[in-house]
């Protein structure tokens, strides 16, 4: 038996072979760059969605209950208005599944995963595309005020509405791709967008490009010049504070916009470069990347806790509609104030800017 036993040592010496682990180096570039959020940040995320949920809630029921209790026809501004509140109202109640998903896990099967996600996607679309409506209904009636009193603009109102939410479901679809997986760093389930592996690559850059076009870049392209001419038609309108609390309005309206999303699309768009080979990158930059995008999108959610403030906290009518109602269940000591009226365009004006 002896005589059958190979000496390999010398076969590698005879082949002048050797082997040496300590020679072999890591390629970096092959490496899987995982990127981990520490659990006392991700309590705090969770902390504050749920803070969203109990601010945007009651805020946008409020208008909704102000706006439907009104005994007048609503105007456009105020249809769009409500519709508004309505689609961030169901991005609030999408909070607590991805608190609760922040820190535990999705717990709630992929069901719930799709449907959760649908119902973020239309939402987040109907809202931005409501803000450009009540935009260009301001321009409407402020710039063009003659051809906003002969167009017929309580059933166009009805008709735009209708196109918002049945685009916004249209663009809500790629939600569908959303699945309950477990994560590949971590021990928990996770609800993300999960593509066939032979076209991820194809399927997110398209469904990035309609999220950017649609939902940030087209609207901030009619938003800012509607709210630009507005602007530099009430500077030559005389007015005093009415005026400035219009302009006030629409500064604030803007910015919030700006400050809540575009910080969140700047994060997406680098991830969609970096994602679809566009643009070179290595692990730190990835995971500065997946940091930003976790943060930013937490600023965009709190959007729909702002909009109520906005949008009728700040305008004058509703909150004497809000006076009203709280007087008549009486909440409120029944108190007379008189006012005096203004001129048929700052009245214009006013219920326009509510």
């Not at 239309?122 to 009540?134: D, Q």
């Not at 592996?197 to 850059?205: I, Q």
């Not at 400050?259 to 768009?269: D, E, G, S």
């Amino acid at each position: 038996m002896s005589a059958l036993v190979i000496d390999f040592e010398s076969i590698y010496e005879a082949l002048n072979f050797s082997y040496n682990d300590s020679e072999f180096i890591i390629n970096p570039e092959t490496q899987p760059c995982n990127f981990s959020i520490p659990d006392a940040v991700m309590i705090v995320a969770s902390m504050f969605y749920v803070l969203i949920f109990l601010l945007a809630i009651p805020g946008n029921l409020t208008v909704g209950l102000v706006i439907c209790l009104s005994k007048q026809s609503l105007p456009p501004s105020d249809l769009y208005l409500l519709h508004l509140a309505i689609a961030d109202l169901m991005l609030a109640i999408t909070l607590p599944f991805w608190a609760t998903s922040v820190t535990k896990g999705w717990v709630f099967g992929d069901a719930m995963c799709k449907i959760v996600t649908v119902l973020q996607e239309l939402s987040f679309y109907s809202s931005i595309l409501f803000l450009t409506c009540i935009s260009v209904d301001r321009y409407m009636v402020i710039v063009r005020a003659m051809e906003a009193r002969k167009a017929n603009r309580q059933v166009a109102s009805w008709v735009v509405c209708a196109a918002v939410w049945a685009v916004g479901a249209l663009l809500s679809l790629p939600g569908l791709f959303n699945s309950s997986f477990p994560s590949q760093t971590q021990s928990q389930m996770v609800c993300a967008e999960q593509y066939d592996p032979g076209s991820a690559d194809v399927w997110r850059l398209a469904t990035r490009i309609l999220r950017h076009t649609l939902g940030f870049i087209i609207p901030l392209a009619i938003m800012l010049p509607c709210y630009g001419v507005t602007i530099r038609r009430l500077l030559h309108i005389r007015g005093g504070f009415q005026r400035q609390r219009a302009m006030r309005v629409i500064v604030f309206v803007v910015f919030a916009f700006l400050l809540c999303w575009t910080p969140y699309h700047i994060a997406v768009m680098v991830d969609t470069f970096f994602r679809t080979k566009i643009v070179p990158y290595r692990c730190p930059a990835r995971m500065a990347v997946d940091q930003a995008m976790f943060a930013t999108q937490s600023l965009g959610l709190l959007h729909s806790s702002v909009n109520p403030v906005l949008y009728a906290f700040v305008g004058e009518k509703f909150r004497r509609r809000l006076f009203q109602i709280m007087r008549k269940v009486g909440i409120m000591e029944r108190t007379t104030v008189s006012r005096t009226s203004r001129s048929s365009l700052s009245s214009e004006i006013t219920t326009t800017l509510m």
